[in-house]
Structures are given as C-alpha cells and as structure tokens.
C-alpha cells in the first residue's frame, strides 16, 4: 500500500510536532510544509519536504497531500481548511475547528461537496483519565448525574503575549475559551452532551494590555440530558498553570479528576466499584516556556491513517468540533447578555 502524503500548514510548535509525527510514521510521507514566517520556513527544511510561504504557493506547485494538517492560527483554521478540501484533500484541523458555528458549517458544507474526511484534534480524549470517565458514564456507574463543576486555572503572560504575535487578537486568539480551555469543554461535551439555559460573567484583571478579551469567567447551565454544571476559568494565575480540574457527582457516587492538565484522579467513590490502575499520563505538550494540553497527538494521525486505510472510524468528526465552538460561542454570548 502505498504512503499518504501529508502537507502540515503552520510550522509553529505544534506544526513541527504534527510533521515529526508523519516523518516518522512509515505509513506516512511528509510532501510540504507552508508558513509565512521566513525563520519557520527554515526550521522546516530539516525534513527535506519542499517549503512555501502560503498556501496558494503550494496549491500553484502542483503538489497534492491525501491529508493537510491544519496547524496555524485559529482565526484562520477554517480558512485553510476550506482552500485543502477545494485541493479534494483530507483535511486535520488543530482546535478549535473555528472560531463560529457558521464557520464550521462552511467547512462541512465543503466537505461533503469535495467527500473528504475532517477529522479534529481533540487528543485530551486518549488520555487515561478521560478514557476513565467515559467508561463511567456510558457504563451508568455514577448513576443520575446531578452537577459537574469544572475549573480551568491557568497562567499566561507577557511570555506567552509577546508584541506582533496573533496571540491575544480577537480575530486570530478568539479567547482563552477558544485557545487554552477548548480540550477541557470538548471532555465535558463528550462525556455529558449539549448545555442549554447558560448563564456567566467575565472580565479581564491582568491583560487589558495583551489581549482583547476577558481573561476569566464564571459560566453556568443546565446539561439536556439532566444535572447541572458550571465552568470557572482563568490565564490570570500567578506564575504557573494552577489546575484543570473536573468534578462529577452523581446519585451512585462521585468522582475528581484534577492536576494541572486535568490528568490525576483525585476523588473517586462510587457504590459497588473500585478504582482500576490507570496507564500513566503522557507528559503535557511543551510550548517554550509553557506546557499545555496532553501530549496524545501520535494517536490522532494514527486514527487518520487507520480511518483512510479503512481499519477504523474517525474519533472525533467535524459534527463534534462543530458542536464544541458553537458551545463557547454560546458562552461568550451569554458573558455579553
């Protein structure tokens, strides 16, 4: 069988993880990498793939990947996804999938037009911990879920906000919701379906002069399925990332799963059952002086490989990305109301 052709778009920390991945893949061949930044084009030379300064110049050259990963900022993910999928390429989008529900539905609409596959990066889903959870609530063991109350406590600064990046535009960033903390309500969403009745307050105590949106949040809603939950956010922590944290508590026990990337599990009583031993964690993502979200994408290029090779099914299709945006638009909305 012979190779798929991947073209990573973004040559940024996580660009350069989604090229060493397919480089080292021997199901995969690394056939391009673009960004506009001259000192990333020439970091991305060290793969030996041909290298250009945006997407129309690699679309002119001729050259066609299966899959184009992409990687670059938010604000722009539909953009580029739209402009791989008109190519009849398969298309990786890094989170969020966009910045509006309707931006997402563009890139279904051509999509299904070109009958290629989206697939999202939700890699915090093959963690341990969250695998865990899943087992419980498809397997009912908490029972009747009365509340969840997730907390995002994290720190970001001027490190993080450095002056001419797009971090921190509204257009480009979208919010913390959108950049830091989209994993985590892509984990809730998954285990508990769709919020409605949301309520929330935010405001911006530490980066009025970096960002162009609120740094934390208070939001609360009612899950369609039944209970109640809330989310209390925050990149306002002094000095270093504080928690992620998730707590379930339900009619037939009650669980905590917390740590700084929402990966230990802290708390867990539930009738009739004992904790198994967890695999370990993969260490966090390591963006310079930060370390974000799980460090699980080797699974998400393998569940594209499989799903292309017809060994397997997308784990996380655009539908689901789509369905996590429009929840934090949702939530930004009712920060405005």
């Known amino acids: 069988m012979s190779k798929i052709k991947f073209a990573v778009l973004g040559y940024g920390h996580i660009g350069r993880k989604h090229a060493i991945m ?5 199901d995969c061949e690394l056939v391009a990498v673009v960004d506009p930044n001259e000192e990333a084009r020439e970091r991305a030379k060290e793969f030996g793939a041909p290298v250009f300064a945006d997407i129309d110049d690699y679309i002119a050259s001729g050259i066609h990947a299966d899959v184009v990963n992409v990687c670059t900022p938010n604000g722009s993910h539909s953009r580029m996804a739209s402009k791989a999928l008109d190519q009849k390429s398969h298309v990786i989008v890094e989170k969020p999938m966009a910045l509006t529900k309707a931006d997402c539905e563009e890139v279904i609409y051509k999509s ?33 879920i ?8 994290w720190n970001r600064d001027d490190r993080y906000y450095k002056k001419g990046g797009w971090k921190g535009s509204k257009e480009l960033d979208g919010g913390v919701l959108f950049t830091q903390f989209s994993h985590f309500i892509d984990i809730m969403y998954w285990l508990m379906g769709d919020i409605d009745d949301i309520h929330g307050q935010s405001t911006n105590f530490s980066h009025k002069k970096s960002t162009e949106f609120d740094d934390t949040g208070i939001v609360y809603f009612n899950f369609k399925k039944g209970g109640m939950g809330s989310v209390n956010f925050s990149t306002s922590v002094y000095g270093q990332n504080m928690e992620s944290s998730i707590a379930i508590i339900g009619s037939k026990g009650s669980v905590k799963v917390s740590g700084q990337y929402m990966d230990q599990v802290s708390y867990c009583h539930i009738e009739d059952y004992e904790l198994p031993e967890l695999p370990p964690a993969n260490p966090p993502n390591d963006y310079g002086d930060y370390k974000g979200s799980a460090a699980n994408h080797h699974y998400v290029i393998q569940n594209v490989i499989n799903t292309l090779q017809g060994t ?21 909305e009712a920060f405005e109301a």
């Open 312 to 332: 397997d099914v997308i784990s996380t299709n655009a539908l689901e990305g789509m369905k996590v945006v429009e929840i934090i638009e949702r939530m930004y």
């Open 146 to 153: 009365y509340m969840v109350q997730m907390n995002c406590y």
């Open 112 to 144: 299904l037009q070109a009958g290629k596959n989206v697939f999202c990066v939700k890699q915090n889903r093959y963690s341990p911990s969250s695998e865990w959870l899943k087992s419980l609530m498809v397997e009912e063991k908490l029972g009747e």
């Open 22 to 26: 397919v480089d080292g893949n021997p």
